[in-house]
Protein backbone atom coordinates (compact mmCIF):
# COMPACT_ATOMS: atom_id res chain seq x y z
CA UNK A 1 0.00 0.00 0.00
CA UNK A 2 2.78 2.35 0.94
CA UNK A 3 4.71 2.05 -2.63
CA UNK A 4 1.50 2.13 -4.16
CA UNK A 5 0.67 5.77 -2.23
CA UNK A 6 4.43 6.90 -3.71
CA UNK A 7 3.51 5.65 -7.32
CA UNK A 8 0.88 7.28 -7.77
CA UNK A 9 2.05 10.94 -5.98
CA UNK A 10 5.44 10.28 -9.01
CA UNK A 11 2.69 9.45 -11.87
CA UNK A 12 1.27 12.68 -10.53
CA UNK A 13 3.98 14.48 -10.15
CA UNK A 14 5.45 13.25 -13.77
CA UNK A 15 1.76 14.46 -15.29
CA UNK A 16 2.00 17.68 -13.93
CA UNK A 17 5.43 17.57 -16.24
CA UNK A 18 3.46 16.48 -19.15
CA UNK A 19 4.62 13.36 -19.03
CA UNK A 20 8.55 14.86 -19.64
CA UNK A 21 11.17 13.57 -17.50
CA UNK A 22 14.89 14.02 -18.17
CA UNK A 23 18.17 13.99 -16.55
CA UNK A 24 17.47 17.68 -15.20
CA UNK A 25 14.01 17.22 -13.19
CA UNK A 26 14.16 13.29 -12.55
CA UNK A 27 15.83 14.02 -9.29
CA UNK A 28 13.39 16.65 -8.44
CA UNK A 29 10.42 15.07 -9.48
CA UNK A 30 11.63 11.64 -7.36
CA UNK A 31 11.79 14.49 -4.07
CA UNK A 32 8.75 15.81 -4.42
CA UNK A 33 6.80 12.46 -4.55
CA UNK A 34 8.73 11.36 -1.51
CA UNK A 35 8.05 14.16 0.15
CA UNK A 36 4.43 14.04 -0.43
CA UNK A 37 4.22 10.82 0.92
CA UNK A 38 6.06 11.34 3.81
CA UNK A 39 4.07 14.12 4.71
CA UNK A 40 0.85 12.08 4.39
CA UNK A 41 2.31 10.02 7.09
CA UNK A 42 0.85 11.46 10.68
CA UNK A 43 2.22 12.50 13.01
CA UNK A 44 5.86 12.43 11.05
CA UNK A 45 4.63 14.48 8.33
CA UNK A 46 3.01 17.04 10.00
CA UNK A 47 5.94 17.44 12.16
CA UNK A 48 8.57 17.50 8.84
CA UNK A 49 6.66 20.53 6.99
CA UNK A 50 6.06 22.51 10.34
CA UNK A 51 9.78 22.09 11.23
CA UNK A 52 11.57 23.04 8.21
CA UNK A 53 8.89 25.73 7.58
CA UNK A 54 9.76 27.27 11.43
CA UNK A 55 13.92 26.85 9.89
CA UNK A 56 13.42 28.70 7.08
CA UNK A 57 11.19 31.45 8.53
CA UNK A 58 13.54 32.16 10.86
CA UNK A 59 16.78 32.56 8.60
CA UNK A 60 13.99 34.87 6.34
CA UNK A 61 13.51 37.11 9.47
CA UNK A 62 17.12 36.85 9.87
CA UNK A 63 17.73 38.83 6.61
CA UNK A 64 14.71 41.22 7.09
CA UNK A 65 16.56 42.16 10.38
CA UNK A 66 20.47 42.51 8.46
CA UNK A 67 18.12 44.77 5.76
CA UNK A 68 16.74 46.91 8.18
CA UNK A 69 19.82 47.05 10.73
CA UNK A 70 21.45 48.31 7.22
CA UNK A 71 18.91 51.01 6.83
CA UNK A 72 19.34 52.08 10.55
CA UNK A 73 22.91 52.33 10.15
CA UNK A 74 23.05 54.06 6.84
CA UNK A 75 20.46 56.78 8.07
CA UNK A 76 17.82 56.10 5.88
CA UNK A 77 15.25 55.50 7.97
CA UNK A 78 14.02 57.76 11.25
CA UNK A 79 14.05 54.33 13.18
CA UNK A 80 16.81 53.93 15.29
CA UNK A 81 15.82 50.72 17.36
CA UNK A 82 15.44 47.46 15.27
CA UNK A 83 11.96 46.90 15.14
CA UNK A 84 11.25 43.48 16.76
CA UNK A 85 7.88 41.76 15.93
CA UNK A 86 7.39 40.44 12.54
CA UNK A 87 4.89 43.24 10.92
CA UNK A 88 6.77 46.57 11.81
CA UNK A 89 9.49 44.43 10.44
CA UNK A 90 8.10 43.99 7.18
CA UNK A 91 6.60 47.41 7.24
CA UNK A 92 10.04 49.19 7.85
CA UNK A 93 11.93 47.38 5.03
CA UNK A 94 9.12 47.87 2.88
CA UNK A 95 8.78 51.76 3.64
CA UNK A 96 13.06 51.70 3.14
CA UNK A 97 12.49 50.09 -0.11
CA UNK A 98 9.84 51.10 -1.63
CA UNK A 99 10.10 54.94 -0.84
CA UNK A 100 13.00 56.39 -0.20
CA UNK A 101 14.75 57.81 -3.15
CA UNK A 102 18.18 56.65 -2.73
CA UNK A 103 17.21 53.49 -3.13
CA UNK A 104 15.04 53.05 -6.39
CA UNK A 105 17.71 50.64 -7.78
CA UNK A 106 16.39 48.45 -5.38
CA UNK A 107 12.62 48.84 -6.03
CA UNK A 108 11.88 46.66 -9.20
CA UNK A 109 13.57 43.44 -7.56
CA UNK A 110 12.39 44.20 -4.11
CA UNK A 111 8.41 44.53 -4.93
CA UNK A 112 7.67 40.83 -5.31
CA UNK A 113 10.16 39.92 -2.30
CA UNK A 114 7.86 41.96 -0.29
CA UNK A 115 4.45 40.49 -1.92
CA UNK A 116 5.98 37.15 -0.89
CA UNK A 117 6.63 38.26 2.27
CA UNK A 118 3.41 39.47 2.97
CA UNK A 119 1.18 36.41 1.10
CA UNK A 120 3.48 33.63 2.96
CA UNK A 121 3.57 35.51 6.02
CA UNK A 122 -0.39 34.64 6.90
CA UNK A 123 1.03 30.57 6.28
CA UNK A 124 3.58 31.28 8.71
CA UNK A 125 1.44 32.70 11.20
CA UNK A 126 -0.93 29.62 11.05
CA UNK A 127 0.88 26.90 11.09
CA UNK A 128 3.36 28.45 14.00
CA UNK A 129 0.95 30.94 15.48
CA UNK A 130 -2.50 28.37 15.31
CA UNK A 131 -3.18 25.08 16.42
CA UNK A 132 -4.20 22.03 14.48
CA UNK A 133 -7.86 21.14 15.41
CA UNK A 134 -9.00 18.32 13.69
CA UNK A 135 -6.82 15.98 11.17
CA UNK A 136 -8.93 15.40 7.64
CA UNK A 137 -8.08 12.46 4.83
CA UNK A 138 -6.29 15.25 2.52
CA UNK A 139 -4.61 17.14 5.32
CA UNK A 140 -5.29 19.77 8.86
CA UNK A 141 -7.65 21.84 10.25
CA UNK A 142 -5.87 24.62 11.82
CA UNK A 143 -7.15 27.69 13.94
CA UNK A 144 -5.76 30.95 15.54
CA UNK A 145 -6.78 34.15 17.24
CA UNK A 146 -6.30 37.36 14.67
CA UNK A 147 -4.83 40.03 16.59
CA UNK A 148 -6.76 43.14 13.85
CA UNK A 149 -9.46 45.05 15.02
CA UNK A 150 -11.14 42.50 16.93
CA UNK A 151 -8.65 40.21 19.52
CA UNK A 152 -11.11 37.40 19.66
CA UNK A 153 -11.78 37.19 16.39
CA UNK A 154 -10.92 33.60 15.04
CA UNK A 155 -9.69 32.50 11.79
CA UNK A 156 -10.09 28.95 10.01
CA UNK A 157 -7.67 27.25 7.50
CA UNK A 158 -7.59 24.15 5.92
CA UNK A 159 -4.17 23.22 4.49
CA UNK A 160 -3.56 19.76 2.36
CA UNK A 161 -0.52 18.20 2.49
CA UNK A 162 0.47 19.24 -1.27
CA UNK A 163 -0.10 22.70 -0.26
CA UNK A 164 1.95 22.54 2.56
CA UNK A 165 4.73 20.82 0.48
CA UNK A 166 4.16 23.70 -2.07
CA UNK A 167 4.22 26.68 0.34
CA UNK A 168 7.64 25.40 2.07
CA UNK A 169 8.83 25.72 -1.75
CA UNK A 170 7.83 28.58 -1.80
CA UNK A 171 9.47 29.98 1.48
CA UNK A 172 13.19 28.47 0.65
CA UNK A 173 12.75 30.03 -2.68
CA UNK A 174 11.82 33.77 -0.78
CA UNK A 175 14.78 32.63 1.75
CA UNK A 176 16.96 32.25 -1.27
CA UNK A 177 16.14 35.27 -3.10
CA UNK A 178 16.13 37.53 -0.03
CA UNK A 179 19.18 36.58 1.26
CA UNK A 180 20.82 37.73 -2.50
CA UNK A 181 18.85 40.53 -2.28
CA UNK A 182 19.91 41.33 1.18
CA UNK A 183 23.77 40.67 0.30
CA UNK A 184 23.64 43.49 -2.51
CA UNK A 185 21.52 45.90 -0.34
CA UNK A 186 24.31 45.24 2.72
CA UNK A 187 26.70 46.58 0.36
CA UNK A 188 25.28 49.33 -1.29
CA UNK A 189 24.34 50.82 2.33
CA UNK A 190 27.34 50.13 4.05
CA UNK A 191 30.35 49.65 1.94
CA UNK A 192 33.29 49.14 4.14
CA UNK A 193 31.19 47.24 6.80
CA UNK A 194 32.40 43.65 5.71
CA UNK A 195 35.99 44.58 5.68
CA UNK A 196 35.90 46.40 8.36
CA UNK A 197 34.28 43.57 10.52
CA UNK A 198 37.01 40.95 8.91
CA UNK A 199 40.12 43.53 9.63
Do not use: C
Not at 77 to 93: D, V, Y
Amino acid sequence: MDYIRFFWNFWKRIKLRKGLLNEHNAEETITEAAYEYIYSLEPYGFYLVVGKITVNWAHIEFQLDAANIALIRAGKTKERQLPKSLEPKIAHFEKGVLKHPDLDEFRARGEPIIAELHRLKEVRHDLIHGTSTKITEEGRNFSRFVYRDKPSEMKFRNYKFEELHTHLQEMVRLRTELESFVGRFWDHLLPNSRNNSQG
